[in-house]
């Protein structure tokens, strides 16, 4: 054990308090992690295994360019650690707090997160959210219809010239596309969010913020013990699945905002949709209550699956029905109130299918190769 845990634990009832989210701790325990910021490196060495979390990441990214090979990566990791050390050793989860924050915790996501056992602090209110969030939503459309835009006038400059020529000729073409790619699964992400993240439902998608890479640590370390299965499928991609489909959700809430627009709906009517669903457990959006991971075989057929099925709410349509088609469907809606009874009916049938589904899918992938090793996962759906 790293010598200022050690100590640590003798300054265990210093003072320490919380002013303005800002920790304050006693004398003592600063000098200590003081000098502990300077040993950290040697603590991630000694204590720290290989960081699991790169070999999560989608494997078609450069190897050394993520955030957990960076310094600072290394560092927040490090921190992480650190935390729920000083937390169990002297029983009080608030040092190990003070020790997360001052060796160097890192967060992009709303609030302040100490990671493994420390604490996630100043979550936005609801009402905080409702202000912030329509400009979230902004800004993920603004980039698709700009990446749009390029796309659009690059072929227009070179009319009857193939598009994978276009991308194999034209960098700007390509950086377009993989905009797009990005930026489309955003959007309905953005949408979806409706929720303001809290304690226990903390946003963990994508896959970079801190909470999706603790997820996804825990799924892979449980594979990892059962050896005769995972060698295989540690080197395989691990998704962070959304058991209320993204498209889904986020159609239903456009629809609602045309509504505000128009002036049929309130704001709050459109909060009260999202937390109707919260209280069936099948809250909507990238909190960590609505992901799951799996791994991508099994995620891949998962969607195959549920887009082969038929949907009970709209007849002729898949069950996992696509955003543009259900937002086809919703422009017949013409009513708040229809809206509403059209999205209750969803909680109760298709949507309900497709979550309780989806929390079962993994497990049931790794039972049937349990007793079939043949089975791959991987036959297309008939």
């Known amino acids: 054990m790293p010598q200022f845990l050690q100590n640590l634990r003798r300054y265990a009832n210093d003072p320490l308090e919380f002013v303005n989210g800002v920790v304050r701790v006693g004398s003592m325990i600063g000098n200590e992690i003081e000098y502990g910021r300077k040993q950290v490196r040697g603590f991630i060495e000694d204590v720290v295994p290989e960081p699991i979390v790169n070999t999560l990441d989608n494997l078609t990214d450069a190897i050394g360019v993520g955030y957990e090979q960076s310094p600072v990566g290394a560092l927040d990791e490090g921190a992480a650690i650190a935390s729920e050390g ?26 302040i997160n100490v990671s493994r056992g420390g ?66 699964p ?38 990892r013990r059962e050896i005769q299965q995972g060698i295989d499928q540690v080197i395989e991609q691990v998704d962070l699945h959304h058991k209320f489909p993204k ?38 959006g990238d909190v960590e209550t609505n992901l799951n991971p799996m791994f991508k075989t099994p995620h891949d057929s998962f969607h195959s699956e549920m887009r082969a099925q038929g949907s009970n709410q709209f007849p002729g349509d898949n ?13 017949k809606v013409k009513t708040k109130k229809d809206l509403n009874a059209l999205w209750d009916e969803m909680l109760s049938d298709d949507v309900k299918y497709l979550y309780e589904t989806a929390e079962i899918w993994q497990p049931m992938d790794k039972a049937i190769k349990s007793i079939s090793p043949k089975f791959t996962g991987k036959a297309k759906s008939k």
């Open 86 to 111: 000083v937390s169990q050793i002297t029983g009080k989860p608030a040092l190990g707090v003070a020790a997360g924050f001052l060796l160097g915790m890192v967060d992009g996501s709303p609030g």
């Open 119 to 184: 604490a996630r602090l100043k979550f936005k209110t609801q009402g905080q959210f409702n202000v912030t969030q329509p400009a979230r939503i902004d800004a993920a459309r603004n980039a698709v219809d700009d990446a749009n835009l390029i796309l659009r006038n690059i072929e227009e400059a070179n009319p009857g010239v193939k598009a994978s020529v276009l991308k194999d000729t034209i960098p700007e073409y390509k950086a377009a596309q993989k905009t797009l790619g990005a930026k489309m």
């Open 186 to 223: 955003q959007v309905s992400s953005e949408e979806s969010n409706l929720l303001a993240p809290g304690l226990g439902r903390e946003q963990a998608y994508p896959r970079t913020k801190p909470r999706a890479k603790e997820m996804k640590g825990k799924f892979i370390k449980d594979a």
């Open 247 to 284: 498209g889904i959700s986020a159609a239903f809430f456009n629809r609602a905002r045309d509504f505000i627009e128009k002036g049929k709906m309130t704001y709050d009517d459109l909060v009260d949709m999202a937390t109707r669903a919260q209280q069936r457990g099948l809250e909507p």
């Open 319 to 331: 069950l996992e029905i696509s955003k543009t088609k259900l937002a086809q469907r919703l422009r």
